[in-house]
């Protein structure tokens, strides 16, 4: 190290030759300081890490670390060795839970398919009863199609009304109530008439659900059967990872008993439902036939009311009609004479503003502010006054007369949409409506 300082020393000289001795001196006595800095000995207590008491402390923390990790070790062996005992306990009365519970479903599935079976043996059957009501609901509601069809066709043709005839009256909103009374009789009946298709084949159906739940009961009973006789050294057991966490289940204890009740209270109430249906669609047939009979004739009426009401408008339409068309005819001599009035003072204008214009060419002090002069400008501005208020009052008759022709076009107008809807009530509407099936074809009879 020393003479590699020497030989960088030799090298700067030889390159700057001209520098002072003093400071190669210095240079070479930092060089020899900071070369014995490098030696430990020369190394001041400042520069130690660690004292000793760092030292034996880290020795006591290293302690006592180990003590309490063999302190938890030992902890974890004693309470892991209780553990095992007491959860190998714990799945032995699981187990023997399961079993118990396992064996109290197996006595409950019996219990339910000893009553399945009774219910299936007394099972009856009643079809032919339901069959001529059935024909007689099946044919009153064809006869439906028909004042539903009407009812439909006078909504349709009312469509045809123009501009404000296009109104929601009375007669409309009974169309409309007409069509979902009829259609509301038509769904009871197709419903009953479902019904009564059902009942028909209802013993049959019950007896398949009854049927059906035993079936389902024998293969519950196998597997409940077969689980509650497997034990830990059985053969077939496996894992099944998951299958903890999958719930295949669609029903509960309460709901389980209770769809196997339901379908034996079902089987039960189909001995008496026939003649209950029966008497229903009787008094559901009775009851259809009255009420759109009563519609029937609500909109008759309504028709009537609305098609006096119309012609009475009509009629007031006509009248006045006949009054602006007389009221144009004077207005329009009332703008003649007012045109012939603004025409008659342009004469008598022109004099008084001639004559202003003659006097003013007067001459020198003769061009006096007498009392013809201002005459003649009081007589110029009366005249423009005039005729001011007379061509406003032109303008005004115009506006009415206007006014009046709108009126006319307006009455016109609607006077052709009274007609075409007093058409369409009268000959269209009320056309279709003269025929309705009678009371014994509503109820199914012929």
């Not at 207590?45 to 006592?64: G, H, I, V």
């Not at 059902?198 to 398949?208: F, P």
């Not at 029937?296 to 408008?313: G, H, K, Q």
């Not at 003649?336 to 060419?361: C, G, Y």
């Amino acid at each position: 190290h020393t003479c590699y300082m020497f030989m960088l020393l030799v090298y700067f000289y030889r390159l700057a030759p001209s520098i002072h001795p003093c400071v190669w001196l210095s240079l070479v006595t930092y060089l020899v300081r900071a070369k014995t800095m490098f030696y430990p000995s020369n190394r001041t207590a400042l520069s130690t890490r660690y004292m000793p008491e760092d030292w034996f402390k880290s020795n006591r923390s290293n302690y006592r670390e180990s003590e309490s990790s063999r302190n938890s070790a030992e902890r974890l062996r004693r309470d892991t060795i209780r553990m095992i005992q007491d959860k190998d306990q714990m799945t032995r009365r699981t187990q023997d839970t399961t079993s118990k519970n396992i064996g109290e479903r197996l006595n409950d599935i019996s219990f339910w398919r000893s009553e399945l079976n009774h219910e299936i043996d007394n099972m009856v059957t009643e079809i032919s009863a339901l069959t001529d009501v059935k024909r007689r609901l099946e044919r009153a509601l064809a006869e439906t199609e028909g004042p539903l069809q009407v009812s439909q066709e006078c909504l349709f043709h009312r469509e045809k009304r123009m501009s404000i005839d296009l109104v929601h009256d009375d007669v409309e909103k009974d169309l409309i109530k007409e069509v979902e009374v009829i259609k509301s009789c038509q769904e009871r009946m197709r419903r009953h008439l479902d019904r009564a298709i059902a009942q028909l084949a209802s013993n049959r159906a019950a007896q398949h659900e009854l049927e059906r739940d035993l079936s389902d009961k024998v293969t519950a009973q196998r597997i409940d059967d077969r689980c509650h006789h497997l034990r830990n050294t059985s053969d077939g057991i496996s894992y099944y990872r998951g299958i903890d966490r999958m719930d295949p289940s669609i029903s509960l204890p309460d709901s389980w008993s209770k769809f196997t009740d339901d379908n034996i209270l079902h089987s039960q109430s189909e001995r008496a439902a026939s003649h209950k249906l029966r008497d229903e669609i009787e008094i559901l047939l009775n009851a259809t036939s009255n009420e759109m009979w009563d519609q029937f004739n609500s909109v008759n009426v309504s028709f009537t009311n609305r098609i006096a009401e119309m012609a009475d408008t009509k009629n007031n339409l006509q009248t006045h009609l006949a009054k602006t068309l007389q009221e144009i005819f004077q207005t329009e001599m009332l703008i003649e004479a007012l045109k012939k009035a603004i025409r008659d003072k342009e004469n008598p204008l022109k004099v008084a503003q001639t004559r202003l214009e003659e006097r003013s060419r007067r001459p020198n002090v003769e061009l006096c502010r007498d009392n013809p002069h201002h005459r003649l400008v009081t007589e110029v501005r009366e005249i423009e006054d005039t005729i001011h208020k007379l061509r406003e009052r032109l303008m005004e008759a115009e506006n009415t007369l206007q006014t009046l022709v709108k009126t006319k076009v307006a009455l016109e107008h609607d006077l052709s949409i009274k007609a075409n809807s007093l058409f369409l009530d009268q000959e269209k509407c009320m056309g279709t409506r003269k025929s309705f099936p009678s009371t014994p074809r509503l109820v199914g009879y012929t």
